[in-house]
């Protein structure tokens, strides 16, 4: 026999006495899905005079609007606001000339006292942070009416909407 066939018959021979060991993982995911609902989806304020804030809080009560995390993921809710129609009042830190406030708050049990208002008009303002899936969070708004209307017109009734939206943020403090 020659030294080649040797050497391969005891490379073969080392190949079968060595077991192979193998193992496999298994991943599973789900998709989160990011929804949410909110209720009521209407405030009408009523008329609200210049500079005077109006807010939807009652005694009482935990807050006047909900959000429901109806998604199949922890959610992180952000508020934001945008311009009024027809009149165009912008959103603001403040009430001013066409500029209105509009802010948040979050009642403490057992809602006694009116909730610290946080501003709401800033794009991505944090409304809650880590909302369970299926889990609901309480909250009230309340609206700075402008200091003036430089295109004033009394058969006018402003609108505006506020955006509540999910997303997955993670690590931002909430208001």
């Known amino acids: ?3 080649a066939m040797l050497l391969v ?3 073969v021979l080392l190949a079968l006495a060595v077991p192979a060991f193998a193992a496999d993982i298994t991943l599973t995911v789900t998709l989160g899905v990011m929804a949410i609902e909110i209720s009521p989806p209407t405030w009408a304020m009523g008329v609200v005079p210049p500079t ?3 807010s939807s809080w009652v005694s009482g009560d935990p807050g006047y609007f909900t959000v429901t995390n109806t998604g199949n993921a922890e959610a992180d809710i952000l508020i934001e606001c945008g311009n009024t129609s027809p009149s165009n009042w912008t959103p603001g830190a403040s009430a001013g000339t066409n500029q209105f406030a509009l802010d948040l708050g979050i009642g403490v ?3 006694t006292s ?3 208002w946080n501003q709401a008009w800033d794009h991505g303002s944090i409304l809650t942070q880590n909302l369970a899936a299926g889990a609901s969070k309480d909250f009230d708004l ?3 009416a402008p200091s003036a209307d430089s ?3 009394p058969s006018d009734d402003e609108q505006f909407t506020v955006t509540l939206s999910a997303t997955t943020l993670g690590g931002i403090p909430t208001l």
Request: zero cysteines.
């Open 1 to 3: 026999m020659s030294k």
């Open 142 to 144: 309340r609206f700075t």
């Open 151 to 153: 295109n004033y017109n």
């Open 52 to 54: 005077v804030a109006k």
């Open 9 to 11: 018959t005891l490379v």
């Open 114 to 116: 009116e909730p610290v």
């Open 109 to 111: 049990s057992p809602y």
